[in-house]
T-cell receptor
Framework: ELKVEQNPLFLSMQEGKNYTIYCNYS?????LYWYRQDPGKSLESLFV?????AVKQEGRLMASLDTKARLSTLHITAAVHDLSATYFC????????????FGTGTRLQVTL | EPEVTQTPSHQVTQMGQEVILRCVPI?????FYWYRQILGQKVEFLVS????????KSEIFDDQFSVERPDGSNFTLKIRSTKLEDSAMYFC?????????????FGPGTRLTVL
């Protein structure tokens, strides 16, 4: 059974600081997604990572994937308050149009 | 931009009652999913649906649950006899699988409260 773990579960950081969220998964997969969720809201797709060494950047967020280590990272550069949300990684199982297995989520709070 | 829609946004029901949660997936999508999220917890897969039948279901999706695509646009999740532990946010998602990956688009969710 595929297991996906994230750490930390909660992250409080000051504006302007950098930090990294880690996502480990237990079985081979080369399709990993990052989502953002604001309180009481739905899941917004941030990144799709498809191959070993994939790196994608959007604004202050950068995601990477190491399929050999079964590890993805979401790096936050010079955090701003608007980035406060919960971030989930999700791993797609093998096969066509398979389910997503989500990580535990990281609740990010950016303080002034 | 096309989006997945869900109704109602919030449903309150008594334990033992039947509820039907409705979703309208993105129109050209072929795969449909239900996930749930208990408050403060991670998102969990319930069921996937393709070509008018269930493709995969989780352990959570027991005999109390059923899904249906009654017409060309709606996709429903029915819970026959709700329990307190069914209280959660239920998300519908849809996708049009590409050759390489299958990005799922999520609806806004239905918050189900069982009293």
């Amino acid at each position: 059974e595929l297991k996906v773990e994230q750490n930390p579960l909660f992250l409080s950081m000051q504006e302007g600081k950098n930090y990294t969220i880690y996502c480990n998964y237990s079985t081979t997969s080369d399709r990993l997604y990052w989502y953002r969720q604001d309180p009481g809201k739905s899941l917004e797709s941030l990144f799709v990572l498809l191959s070993n060494g994939a790196v994608k950047q959007e604004g202050r967020l950068m995601a990477s994937l190491d399929t050999k280590a079964r590890l993805s990272t979401l790096h936050i550069t010079a955090a701003v308050h608007d980035l406060s949300a919960t971030y989930f990684c999700a791993v797609e199982s093998a096969g066509t149009a398979s389910k997503l297995t989500f990580g535990t989520g990281t609740r990010l709070q950016v303080t002034l | 931009e096309p989006e997945v829609t869900q109704t109602p946004s919030h449903q309150v029901t008594q334990m033992g009652q039947e509820v039907i949660l409705r979703c309208v997936p993105i129109s050209n999508h072929l795969y449909f999913y239900w996930y749930r999220q208990i408050l403060g917890q991670k998102v969990e897969f319930l069921v996937s649906f393709y070509n008018n039948e269930i493709s995969e279901k989780s352990e959570i999706f027991d005999d109390q649950f059923s899904v249906e695509r009654p017409d060309g646009s709606n996709f429903t999740l029915k819970i026959r006899s709700t329990k307190l532990e069914d209280s959660a946010m239920y998300f519908c998602a849809s996708s049009y699988p590409g050759q390489i990956y299958n990005e799922q688009f999520f609806g806004p969710g239905t918050r189900l409260t069982v009293l």
